[in-house]
């Protein structure tokens, strides 16, 4: 069956998994969770632990006794989900939206980048993507046809965008930037020079732009900017939002994207076709969850701790170093100095217990690096006894392999 695929397909093979390691999805992963792995590779918040909101499951509860629980919404969202939207865009984001018009609800963000690149890309065009980030939208790119051309992000410069850097990458086949932001894995949140810098570039290039901005809840120290609601980026931007992250609701399975009223037509358009329509009961949850977002306040005081614990430790470490993370609970480890990050990964799973993921999987730029998921579990205890032990391992391997 295999040759009868499109090229990009058949080259797919096991998706975003086969680079990214077998390990960090599927019955690998659930074995090591059996065996007592602490599993701090998945951005989920709190996970495995219990952590839905009273409210929020209470709504769902009713929400799947209403009648209208077996029946579609629209294929573009609910009307009362996308007004709640529309208010926390105008507070939080800045961007005056017309819910009817700018809003498409999606099945979680994943499914939304997706579609935000779908209507550009096509076989030869050239997509640009700040590396090291988020590794599903290569595998898109690739699957469209188009050709990812990796823009470098260096730690010298706190991984913000350089002018000079972008105007190497671009071509006459460039359409469009993916941007990640705040980064994940590396956590920066860009800085208004950052994005000042990408606004004149997507301009004078004529590019479309595509954000995510699944990390965007918790910034701490750093002002958290949209670049659509900057001066001439809202009509040439697609921004996908999620609730996976910053609410911990990754299992209700809704994320949104915001843009114009042009590219929009046509998402509308296409929009039963290639997403169907969010699960109406978990829409009706997001509403109660918007309504009262005050939850999200235990997952920024967990995580503030857990960040500046890592810092700490990490850098207690020889040879070994971490900046403190900028927003969300993912932490940037540089192991470059101890030797190759993928035999480190095995090595913390047998020596420390613990799962991590390998840098070399978030493109050009990670390799060397370990990413680390600090928002897993309720109790910050268990985090912060996994970072020793990851201490405790990497000077183990150090004495093992004279570093
Ligand atoms: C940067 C980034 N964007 C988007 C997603 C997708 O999240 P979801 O589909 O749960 O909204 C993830 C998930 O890990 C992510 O890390």
New binding site residues.
């Given amino acids: 069956m295999k040759e009868k695929m499109i090229p990009a397909f058949r080259k797919a093979e096991g998706g975003l998994f086969t680079a990214v390691e077998k390990a960090d999805v599927g019955s690998a992963y659930q074995e090591m969770e059996k065996q007592g792995v602490a599993l701090m590779g998945w951005?989920d918040p709190f996970m495995p632990d219990a952590s839905m909101p009273k409210h929020v499951e209470q709504a769902l509860i009713d929400a799947i006794r209403h009648p209208s629980a077996p029946h579609y919404t629209a294929p573009i969202g609910s009307s009362q989900l996308k007004a709640k939207i529309a208010e926390k865009l105008k507070t939080k984001n800045h961007l005056l939206v017309d819910p009817e018009g700018n809003i498409l609800i999606t099945p979680?963000?994943?499914?939304g980048?997706y579609f935000a690149i779908l209507p550009f890309i096509e076989d030869g065009d050239e997509v640009l993507i700040p590396s090291p980030s988020?590794p599903?939208n290569t595998l898109n790119i690739e699957i469209m046809g188009g050709r990812v051309v990796p823009v470098p992000l260096r730690p010298e410069t706190g991984y913000q965008l350089e002018a000079e850097l972008l105007e190497q990458s671009v071509s006459e086949k460039t359409k469009m930037i993916v941007l990640?932001h705040p980064n994940?894995p590396t956590t920066t949140v860009y800085n208004r020079q950052s994005l000042e810098i990408l606004r004149d570039f997507v301009i004078r290039h004529d590019l479309i732009l595509v954000c995510?901005q699944?990390?965007e809840d918790f910034c701490y120290e750093n002002e958290m900017i949209t670049p659509a609601a900057m001066d001439g980026m809202f009509e040439r931007t697609v921004t996908?939002f999620?609730?996976?992250?910053g609410m911990g609701l990754?299992g209700l399975?809704v994320?949104y994207l915001v843009c114009g009223d042009e590219i929009m037509d046509s998402l509308y358009a296409n929009a039963v076709s290639v997403l169907g329509a969010t699960n109406t009961a978990c829409q009706k949850a997001l509403i109660a969850a918007l309504e009262d977002p005050s939850f999200m306040q235990e997952f920024e005081r967990a995580f503030d701790i857990r960040r500046q614990a890592a810092e700490k430790i990490l850098n207690s470490i020889p040879n070994v170093h971490a900046d403190l993370p900028q927003s969300g609970f993912l932490c940037w480890v540089d192991v470059s100095r101890l030797g190759d990050s993928s035999q480190i990964v095995q090595y913390l799973v047998k020596h420390a217990q613990v799962a991590v993921n390998d840098g070399k999987n978030y493109g050009p730029g990670g390799e060397g690096h370990l990413r680390i998921v600090l928002g897993v579990y309720r109790d910050d205890a268990k985090v912060i006894a996994a970072l020793e032990r990851i201490k405790a391992a990497l000077i183990q391997w150090q004495e093992e392999n004279h570093v």
Wanted: aromatic share 14%; charged share 20%.
């Fill in positions: 951005a979680g963000s994943d499914s980048l988020y599903n990640t994940n995510d699944a990390f996908v999620s609730f996976s992250k990754s399975r994320g």
